[in-house]
């Protein structure tokens, strides 16, 4: 059965560092979506991809976040300078008619 | 503000009772989906619901989108200890294919 896969599962941090998570989404899948998850807390919404280009992000998804789909098949999140409050699960997830399929998340933890 | 609310956020009960779970906006959705979340895993999608009045069995659990495709509910009958987890609701509001937002969750733990 087609998955969407995380890598790393989890990934520690010094404050300030830059991090990136990768996924490889459904093969045949058109939207890309990036979430997070603190713990206890619910599933936020950070920014969606189509067509090679953001259609959607959150309050969240400020100038210290970026995405890229580099190679037509990874899809990556990248956290330029993590702060203390990044820390977290990051889920990815890819869309192709509907429904949403989710990778098993990469948890961040920042020191 | 909360877009999708879920209610109750926490419910613990016996085994054997049967539970309704409900989500519920003042949004359109053009279709809401169930997840169920174990801790340190991702949601795993449970059934969507895309017509107005829709309802779903999976075993013994029932979901149902409202008429007005505003709220959901998910019924569980018998419920059993593998039960237990966390339940999300999700949402595509009409005209915003692309973001799909996430209510709190129901946190259930059913009683052996």
């Known amino acids: 059965e087609p998955e969407v896969t995380q890598t790393p599962s989890h990934q520690v941090t010094q404050m300030g560092q830059e991090v990136i998570l990768r996924c490889v989404p459904i093969?045949?899948?058109?939207?890309f979506y990036w979430y997070r998850q603190i713990l206890g807390q619910k599933v936020e919404f950070l920014v969606s991809?189509?067509?090679?280009?953001?259609?959607?992000k959150s309050e969240i998804f400020d100038d210290q976040f970026s995405v890229e789909r580099p190679d037509g098949s990874n899809f990556t999140l990248k956290i330029r300078s993590t702060k203390l409050e990044d820390s977290a699960m990051y889920f990815c997830?890819?869309?192709?008619?509907?429904?949403?399929?989710f990778g098993e998340g990469s948890r961040l933890t920042v020191l | 503000t909360q877009l999708l609310e879920q209610s109750p956020q926490f419910l613990s009960i016996q085994e054997g009772e049967n539970l309704t779970v409900y989500c519920n906006s003042s949004?359109?959705?053009?279709?809401l989906q169930w997840y169920r979340q174990e801790p340190g895993e991702g949601p795993v999608l449970l059934v969507t619901?895309?017509?107005?009045?829709e309802v779903k069995k999976l075993k013994r659990l029932t979901f149902q989108f409202g008429d007005a495709r505003k709220d959901s509910s998910l019924h569980i009958t018998a419920a059993q200890p593998g039960d237990t987890g966390l339940y999300l609701c999700?949402?595509?509001?009409?005209?915003?294919?692309?973001?799909?937002?996430f209510g709190k969750g129901t946190r259930l733990h059913i009683l052996p």
């Open positions: 997830a890819s869309k192709g008619f509907g429904e949403l399929f």
């Open positions: 093969s045949n899948h058109l939207y």
């Open positions: 991809f189509y067509n090679n280009e953001i259609s959607e």
């Open positions: 949004s359109v959705f053009s279709s």
């Open positions: 619901v895309v017509t107005g009045g």
């Open positions: 999700a949402g595509v509001r009409m005209n915003r294919d692309d973001k799909i937002i």
